[in-house]
């Protein structure tokens, strides 16, 4: 089974950036889509940004020219750059992978902005 493990999530303050990180288990070269998701309690789980296996880039609205995502094809990593926090943006961020018949899912990591 495929295994994600996050890193980089913390506190940070408005205004601020982190980098999150995703190391997978598998070639990630071999993987239809990879990127990163995130979740509110009691809220529906919201796209952050995927790259394809074609190299297509895909934001969520309230990230664009924020948040940037890339992908290390060597290390086997997905990592999310982000600037600019917002208080909005407190959430858990979940690695994710969609492979050729099923999908996986990181455990999360908590980013929380605030003052």
């Known amino acids: 089974q495929v295994q994600l493990v996050e890193s980089g999530g913390g506190w940070v303050q408005p205004g601020g950036s982190l980098r999150l990180s995703c190391a997978a288990s598998v070639d990630i070269s071999t993987l239809h889509r990879v990127g990163w998701y995130r979740q509110v309690a009691g809220k529906e789980r919201e796209l952050v940004a995927t790259i394809s296996r074609g190299g297509l880039i895909n934001y969520g609205d309230s990230v664009k020219e924020r948040f940037s995502v890339s992908s290390d094809t060597v290390k086997n990593t997905v990592s999310l750059h982000m600037n600019s926090l917002k208080p909005e943006d407190t959430a858990v961020y979940y690695c994710?992978?969609?492979?050729?018949?099923?999908?996986?899912w990181g455990k999360g990591t908590l980013v929380t902005v605030s003052s």
């Open positions: 994710y992978v969609e492979g050729r018949w099923t999908d996986y």
